[in-house]
């Protein structure tokens, strides 16, 4: 199924997808960056179908979307400092690595769990009532998709809102150590990012 998202009907394709999802489907969803591959994270057999969908090796982490910072609490033990930067980066083009919770065991790999929160009122929209999966919905190690056409993934869904914004995938940092550090370089302004660290009295950002 694919629809085409415009003005009008965003909230009854929002509607949709979640269904789609909360029954173990995938949806193929629009993000600030690109394409992303989605299911219910709370439903393990529903993110294992995602790696199938994908081909992705099982030692990969598969990021998770909620749609604020109250959402992410559940997941990822955060202090007041960690709380802070994340205020001052997200929304926005960054996967942020984090210590996990027990909440979602099946998405923690090295003793880490992924976080996004996308700054697309669309993308917002579909993790508002539970955490999906927010991984490129590309096959393991092709690019990301910057549209639709470009989508190398088979989903039960696809929601076609044109073009990504920054047509770049996530800039992904990890803070599950003292000293924050950037492993992939994407979308997004690395300075916010440092300068929120230093005055928050951290060591600095490793490139």
Do not use: W
Not at 6 to 22: D, H, I, P, T, Y
Not at 49 to 76: C, F, T
Not at 102 to 117: Q, T
Not at 129 to 135: A, L, S
């Amino acid at each position: 199924m694919r629809l085409q998202l415009n003005a009008r009907n965003q909230g009854s394709a929002a509607r949709r997808a979640k269904s789609v999802m909360r029954r173990g489907g995938l949806v193929v969803y629009p993000t600030d960056t690109v394409y992303g591959l989605g299911a219910d994270a709370t439903k393990e057999e529903a993110v294992n179908a995602v790696y199938l969908a994908k081909g992705r090796p099982s030692d990969k982490a598969i990021s998770v979307a909620v749609a604020n910072l109250e959402q992410v609490k559940p997941l990822a033990r955060l202090d007041s400092k960690l709380e802070s930067i994340l205020s001052r980066m997200l929304p926005g083009p960054y996967t942020v690595l984090l210590h996990p919770t027990m909440e979602l065991p099946h998405l923690s790999v090295s003793g880490k769990i992924g976080i996004r929160i996308p700054q697309h009122p669309f993308a917002l929209m579909l993790c508002r009532d539970f955490p999906i999966t927010c991984t490129s919905a590309n096959l393991s190690g092709k690019p990301g998709p910057r549209a639709v056409s470009e989508v190398t993934v088979v989903a039960d869904m696809i929601i076609d809102a044109g073009p990504c914004p920054l047509g770049r995938e996530s800039t992904v940092i990890d803070f599950s150590s003292h000293r924050p550090r950037v492993l992939r370089r994407g979308s997004g302004d690395l300075g916010l990012i440092r300068q929120a660290v230093l005055d928050l009295g951290l060591p600095g950002l490793d490139q």
